[in-house]
């Protein structure tokens, strides 16, 4: 069944949409917020804070991204609970990566980024530091440089005469390739036109240019400076690139040149312009497809064999780091060029885990071998799988309760402890329970114990009678009235009355009810209760 | 109406948590912290309008909201007086943060002098466009400041760089901690773009700053919103305390028939105006209605400042109105078709011409030489902002209808031109903050930025009206009030389940009260109100270094670790059956169990259970909303029981059974026991009025748990049914 136009528009009427570390309150308990996780614009990671406990949900992040918000990390910090859902390093270790026929540079990059652990993580105890040195470091170095690789293989094929299809993977890859390649072209000054081929092409980048709030400091410098956000705004206008929605727009066939530079749906290689582009390519070796890592290139170049163009594979960042590989690899086949950049990324959770110090992290069962559990002291290791209910741990036994009261000091029977009866009205309000002590004031007689504990000591409860001015006569265990142990107190003075005591128990008869309530009294004073 | 709903209460509600819409006020003070207190100094805006500057300490942290200067002094007047934060100079340590609404001068204007030249070094926040935008503000006015009045400078264009370094920019809702304690969170303000109103959040202390803000949507900007906060104060801007405006509409077609007029008749348009927030409103105002006209006439705007502006305004659509940021994708609105820059040497050039020139008071600058060169001709038309400060040209064009200027002693110019005076204002009127202040229900409100006697008309209104106490201080006064405290405690489940346990009542809802609802036809359907008022009870524990705890009556004593000792009351009485007719054959014959057969001889065989059905329908007659449940061997109300006593030498009967004579046709009968688990003896006096069973707890209802009988209860009950002695 195909979903409708209007049935997408109704869906996406029903979003309640946030900014990020904006507060919803769900149902008055549940408090939800979202938080920056660097990947592309508006990708989160989830907080949910209840009474019972605080979970972070952890997506694919990335520290530090060139278009995105930076992965908001801190803000993370002191939840009990992880979920840990970064499944990248799952994709990328199985990847396309079949030969590693690594020259000697690529042997030097892999010994720059191999990290060793040991070092500065004991900075402030908490990983910090590390975290600190993953940004600015190599990381968006390495992410640069494959940047620059592609763009370079664009300009010699384009400069070859070849042009070059670049399906749409990445909307942030996208925005900077565009950026880098532009820059290239200029700096080689070649006069080649990009198009971006697609139906929301207009509609994304006028929006990439109205969200400042959702970009990396870079850019959101650029509009303090007054500048567009992204290189594509002044492109557009100085017609070096070009929008169309379909290959078939009349604009597009009156525009078009080659080579050229073409950015086009879908990834895939099943649908969209780019079909009718490789079609039209595949059989030139002058031409360049640049594919993202995810993509079974195998599979997905099937249709259009012989493959002649040139086809490079790369993996761009999409979650955090895991592993300490880094394998730039080259293959060749079908005398088509496919370079394969396939990074493994363990090495930066585990400073991650320590620095938000989450008491469980819940991680999916393929990682077990991957993060051991054992470095870490701090949390507790649970491993979830597909389908099957994972129990958890209670963390807190009791809800925290705010109580909004004018406090009296209770009755203080005990050493250190002192008890109080409370009544009123509890709110939930924004995930916290507030209880509003009732406004009367506790009038004295409501404010007789109601249930009593402890064993009755008969002298002293005879002293408290007789302070009152009750007089009566002791009758030990008497056998007709039941159980042993028992005692009676005939009152005599100043009336009839008849106080039954057993172990846990005193039975006060009374027709006079002034009286009973004296021996109340007393009965309370000698034990304890409230 | 600007604020959209009770966020979270409606949402709340819809999702059928009754609780909720209970959530009232909180009194409270936790007597001895009575230090605890919210501290407003106010450094400026107070009792006037200009720089405004508020410093609020709430909780142990420090917070100046604006650090403005007013344009009407050029002596120390116009900054806040700093030394009142700190006489050493320390401001790092004085203030938590800086909080800025928004860019103009009167509330940015000192803030690269406080950082630059008394060297506050800490946080400050403000919104995205209010970061981007405030430098060009502050950078325009140096100029003006050292260009033109060539006055020796406050702060240079490098301090201004380096101040806005210091800013952390925020978006609107984001919720930030600006340290463990502290939580301040931005809402929009309408006002100018990216004006924002300040939430800040200390413990359980919170309060509202609002900047200038406006409560109805104008052609770029939305209206101010806010989610119900419980406020412990609201400091709030008066400019027009007294004023109620009406449409909008209405006055921007004054505007424009008058631009049109004038033009259609080859006549110029001045329009003197701020580089940013007006000039763009009324860019969109216009270059909409030319798109309408068949020949429209180009609108030029003088210097790069609104120009550059309105590349910003392109940038940070996403905080305008919700048209025009509908349609971002297909044009962006800050795109003007009609608009293009002015060129200087044309300011004489025949034909009709429409001019947009800072700046808006006609106090010097551009505008003051087009006005000279365009003022003489009475083809011509000079527009005024709503708002002019005294001394300069637009206030005099705003008083009287003068016809000559004196702009100093050798230079008149002659007025001639049409004066056409905008009336639409980006600030909210008294309506607007009546609304607000009564939407967000704070527990005390401060005025700032406004006219003294307007603001204290406001003030009345808002104590009478809404009587919640509000004052509006003077500069460099401060306002005491005292602020909210909560004790934590751990609760238990148990606990938390029996607060939340319904407690539904059904009242019948009485003919007259259909009537009132509107249901006069049908007195027939009965309306059943169903209230859900829950009363928490529970026990509070508190320890020895250990956190306040809070727990239901069962579990009090497993925790304690000790036994309940049960205190019960009983009393027994005898009980007189006076008219035998009264007891049914049928129910005799239900009897099964015979009395004691040897007590009389020509006793009828009445068996426990009869007896005590007997009373039970006595009973049930007498308190019909009481049920009582008739049981095998007693009766019961509640924690009260009744039942036969079995023992033939009670010990609790402390009545002596009168030997009642056989011939009044009484029988003695077996003693009623009856004692109560609940210990309560409420009566004192002789009488036990039937209805004390029905003694509020609450409002005026019955409350099972806490309505107690003592053992004279049953005694009474039986006194009242007929002669002093009890009997059925």
């Known amino acids: 069944m195909c979903l409708s136009v209007a049935d997408v528009k109704d869906c996406v009427q029903k979003i309640k949409t946030l900014k990020y570390a904006e507060e919803v309150c769900y149902n008055g308990t549940l408090i939800i917020k979202a938080f920056s996780s660097g990947l592309e614009i508006g990708t989160s990671n989830w907080t949910i804070n209840g009474p019972r406990r605080n979970i972070t949900c952890l997506s694919s992040s990335i520290f530090e991204s060139a278009h995105a918000m930076n992965f908001d990390y801190h803000s993370l910090q002191g939840n009990d609970l992880i979920l840990f859902s970064d499944f990248s390093s799952l994709h990328g270790t199985t990847g396309v990566c079949k030969d590693s026929d690594a020259s000697s540079n690529l042997h030097a990059c892999q010994a720059s980024t191999a990290y060793d652990c040991s070092s500065p993580r004991d900075d402030n105890g908490n990983g910090e530091g590390f975290i600190k040195s993953l940004f600015n470091s190599e990381e968006s170095l390495e992410e640069m440089e494959k940047l620059a690789f592609i763009c370079s293989c664009a300009i010699d094929s384009v400069k070859e005469g070849g042009s070059v299809l670049i399906p749409i993977g990445h909307l942030g890859i996208v925005l900077q390739l565009v950026e880098q390649i532009s820059l290239s072209l200029e700096s080689a000054n070649l006069k080649v036109p990009i198009f971006i081929i697609s139906t929301i092409a207009e509609d994304i980048l006028a929006f990439t240019n109205v969200v400042p709030e959702w970009l990396c400091e870079q850019r959101q410098q650029k509009l303090y400076s007054g500048e567009p956000l992204f290189a594509h705004v002044e492109l557009i206008k100085d017609k070096k690139l070009h929008l169309f929605p379909a290959v078939y727009s009349p604009n597009l066939l009156g525009m078009w040149q080659e080579p050229c530079i073409v950015f086009s749906p879908h990834w895939s290689l099943r649908l969209g312009p780019v079909v009718h582009l490789l079609r039209r390519w595949c059989g030139d070796q002058k031409c360049l497809l640049v594919l993202e890592q995810g993509v079974d290139a195998d599979l997905a170049l099937l249709p259009f064999k012989p493959m002649k163009m040139k086809v490079l594979q790369c993996s761009f960042r999409c979650g955090i780091k895991y592993g300490f590989l880094l394998h730039l690899s080259r293959h060749y086949f079908h005398c088509s060029t496919v370079l394969t950049f396939s990074v493994c990324r363990l090495q930066q959770v585990q400073p991650l885990l320590e620095m938000l110090k989450p008491k469980f992290v819940l991680l999916p069962e393929e990682l077990r071998l991957q993060i051991p559990s054992s470095n870490t002291h701090l949390s507790s290791f649970f491993y979830y799988t597909e389908n099957e209910t994972l129990r958890v741990p209670r963390l807190r036994d009791f809800f925290e309760a705010d109580l909004a009261f004018q406090f009296q000091p209770g009755r203080l029977k005990e050493e250190n402890k002192c008890l109080a009866r409370l009544k009123g009205e509890l709110f939930i309000e924004h995930g916290k329970h507030l209880f509003v002590l009732g406004k009367e004031p506790v009038d004295s007689s409501q404010s007789r114990p109601l249930l009593h504990w402890g064993s009755l000591d008969l002298n002293l409860l005879l002293k408290r009678l007789r302070e009152k001015g009750i007089n009566g006569s002791v009758e030990q265990s008497g056998s007709d009235i039941g159980p042993l142990n028992a005692c009676l107190i005939h009152v005599y003075e100043p009336n009839k009355a008849l106080i039954e005591i057993r172990a846990m128990s005193t039975i006060i008869s009374a027709a006079d009810e002034t009286l009973a309530s004296l021996i109340f009294e007393a009965v309370s004073s000698v034990l304890d209760g409230i | ?728």
């Open chain 2, 1 to 728: 109406m600007g604020l959209e709903g009770d966020t979270w209460q409606e949402k709340s509600l819809a999702a059928g948590n009754l609780l909720q819409t209970k959530a009232r006020k909180v009194q409270l003070q936790l007597g001895s912290h009575s230090a605890m207190e919210i501290e407003s100094l106010i450094l400026g805006a107070g009792q006037e309008v200009g720089k405004s500057c508020v410093v609020v300490s709430i909780g142990g942290k420090k917070i100046m909201f604006d650090c403005g200067m007013h344009m009407g002094y050029l002596d120390h007047r116009r900054y806040p007086d700093f030394s009142l934060i700190s006489k050493s100079g320390d401001f790092d340590k004085a203030l938590t943060c800086i909080i800025i609404t928004h860019f103009h001068l009167d509330h940015v204007g000192a803030l690269p002098y406080f950082t630059e030249v008394c060297g506050y070094r800490g946080p400050i926040y403000m919104t995205y466009p209010t970061k981007a935008l405030a430098p060009m503000m502050l950078e325009d006015y140096r100029k003006v400041m050292v260009e033109r009045r060539g006055e020796q400078e406050q702060f240079s264009s490098d301090h201004i760089v380096e101040c806005m370094k210091k800013v952390t920019a925020v978006d609107l809702k984001q919720t930030v901690q600006v340290d463990n304690d502290l939580q301040i969170r931005a809402y929009y303000a309408g006002h100018v773009l990216g004006a924002a109103m300040f939430y800040a959040k200390v413990g359980d202390s919170a309060m509202v700053y609002t900047g200038d803000y406006n409560m109805t949507p104008d052609r770029h900007l939305g209206a101010a919103q806010i989610d119900r906060l419980r406020l412990d104060l609201l400091i709030t801007e008066s400019t027009y305390a007294t004023t109620v405006r009406d449409s909008k509409y209405a006055r921007e077609r004054e505007f424009l028939k008058a631009v049109h007029k004038c033009v259609a008749g080859g006549g110029k348009v001045l329009i003197p105006t701020f580089a940013l927030g007006r000039a763009q409103e009324l860019c969109i105002l216009l270059d909409d209605y030319w798109e309408r006209m068949t020949r429209p006439v180009v609108i030029n705007i003088d210097g790069g400042l609104t120009i550059q502006a309105n590349m910003y305004y392109k940038m940070l659509i996403s905080w305008t109105s919700q048209k025009v940021k509908d349609t971002y994708a297909t044009r962006n609105a800050f795109d003007f078709k009609h608009v293009c820059s002015f060129d200087r040497s044309l300011i004489n050039a025949p034909g009709p011409c429409v001019l947009f020139a800072t700046p808006g008071m006609i106090s010097g600058g551009f505008s003051l030489e087009v006005f000279k060169q365009w003022a003489p001709s009475e083809m011509n038309l000079v527009t005024l902002p709503g708002y002019c400060v005294a001394g300069t040209i637009g206030h005099k064009l705003m008083s009287g209808k003068p016809t000559k200027i004196d702009l100093d002693k050798d230079t008149q110019i002659d007025v001639r031109c049409q004066i056409h005076q905008l009336s639409f204002s980006p600030h909210t009127d008294a309506k607007g903050i009546m609304d607000l202040v009564k939407f967000l229900s704070p527990k005390h409100v401060i005025l700032v930025h406004g006219e003294k006697p307007k603001m204290a008309s406001l003030k009345g209104r808002i104590q009478s009206e809404l009587g919640i106490p509000c004052y509006y201080p003077a500069n460099n006064d401060a306002v005491h009030i005292p602020s909210t405290q909560y004790v934590k405690a751990d609760a238990t489940d148990t606990f938390i389940r029996s607060c939340l346990n319904p407690n539904f009542e059904f009242l019948k809802s009485s003919g007259e009260s259909n009537s009132d609802l509107g249901f006069k036809d049908s007195n027939a359907v009965q309306l059943v109100q169903i209230r859900d008022e829950r009363v928490a009870q529970g026990i509070l524990i508190l320890e020895n270094r250990k956190k306040a705890k809070v727990v239901h009556q069962d579990e009090l004593l497993p925790m304690l670790g000790v036994e309940n000792h049960e205190v019960k009351s009983a009393y027994c009485c005898p009980v007189h059956i006076s008219n035998l007719e009264q007891i049914k054959p049928n129910e005799l014959s239900r009897s099964n169990l015979s009395l004691d057969p040897s007590s009389r001889k020509n006793a009828l065989p009445l068996s426990k259970c009869s007896w005590l059905h007997l009373l039970f329908e006595k009973l049930s007659n007498e308190l019909p909303g009481g049920d009582i449940q008739e049981l095998k061997n007693h009766l019961q109300l509640e924690s009260f029981h009744v039942s036969v006593c079995s023992n033939d030498n009670c010990p609790y009967k402390t009545l002596e059974v009168s030997d009642i004579k056989s011939d009044t046709g009484l029988y003695p009968d077996p003693c009623l026991h009856a004692y109560s688990e609940v210990l309560r003896f409420e009566s004192r006096g002789g009488n036990f009025p039937i209805n004390w069973l029905y003694v509020p707890i609450g409002r005026g209802v019955f409350k099972p748990s806490s309505a107690e009988f003592g053992p004279a209860w049953f005694g009474m009950k039986c006194k009242n049914l007929g002669s002093s002695s009890p009997r059925l």
